[in-house]
T-cell receptor, first 109, second 113 residues
Framework: GQNIDQPTEMTATEGAIVQINCTYQTSGFNGLFWYQQHAGEAPTFLSYNVLDGLEEKGRFSSFLSRSKGYSYLLLKELQMKDSASYLCAVQDSNYQLIWGAGTKLIIKP | EAGVVQSPRYKIIEKKQPVAFWCNPISGHNTLYWYLQNLGQGPELLIRYENEEAVDDSQLPKDRFSAERLKGVDSTLKIQPAELGDSAVYLC???????????FGEGSRLTVL
């Protein structure tokens, strides 16, 4: 079956750096997405990786290794507003999106 | 540009009652999704449309759920009759952008008593 694994919850300190990992097993691969979801709100798009390597976008970066079925989202200079759930989603060979359960990130002052 | 619009935002009904949710996607987005999301979980696909055609409805509980997307724009998701386990947030999303990312509506939170 198809599966995506992410840690359930992580805690980090304001101003620090945190890395959220995502491992996947899917039928084919056509890209990996990261979304941010604040409590009570809808997910919003953060990043997309389809080739191996690092994609940087401001304070957020996302890395992909297709051979390892692995991605991470790196958040730098953490702010209180970064407290949210972070969802990893993989597009399989049929362009079907497989979603992880999300990682709840708690930022402490 | 307007985002994905959903209504109602909140709905409380008693079990066995019907309920309907409406979604207006971003203009020009041909692909539309309905998801169900429970607290602490990722979105679960109910149905995906390409224009007016339902191309993936394998996860839709067809005994009580139905959906339509007439004219390939707005969409409606209906539950009849609702059960206690249907309490969740129902998210509508449309696909677009340079990477084919999804744009979500604010969701419709359903509580079945």
């Amino acid at each position: 079956g198809q599966n995506i694994d992410q840690p359930t919850e992580m805690t980090a300190t304001e101003g620090a750096i945190v890395q959220i990992n995502c491992t996947y097993q899917t039928s084919g691969f056509n890209g990996l997405f990261w979304y941010q979801q604040h409590a009570g709100e809808a997910p919003t798009f953060l990043s997309y990786n389809v080739l191996d390597g690092l994609e940087e976008k401001g304070r957020f970066s996302s890395f992909l290794s297709r051979s390892k079925g692995y991605s991470y989202l790196l958040l730098k200079e953490l702010q209180m507003k970064d407290s949210a759930s972070y969802l990893c989603a993989v597009q399989d060979s049929n362009y079907q999106l497989i979603w992880g359960a999300g990682t709840k990130l708690i930022i402490k002052p | 540009e307007a985002g994905v619009v959903q209504s109602p935002r909140y709905k409380i009904i008693e079990k066995k009652q019907p309920v309907a949710f409406w979604c207006n996607p971003i203009s020009g987005h041909n692909t539309l999704y309905w998801y169900l999301q429970n607290l602490g979980q990722g979105p679960e696909l109910l149905i995906r449309y390409e224009n007016e055609e339902a191309v993936d409805d394998s996860q839709l509980p067809k005994d009580r759920f139905s959906a339509e997307r007439l004219k390939g724009v707005d969409s409606t998701l209906k539950i009849q009759p609702a059960e206690l386990g249907d309490s969740a947030v129902y998210l509508c999303a449309s696909k677009g952008g340079p990477t084919g990312e999804l744009f979500f509506g604010e969701g419709s939170r359903l509580t079945v008593l």
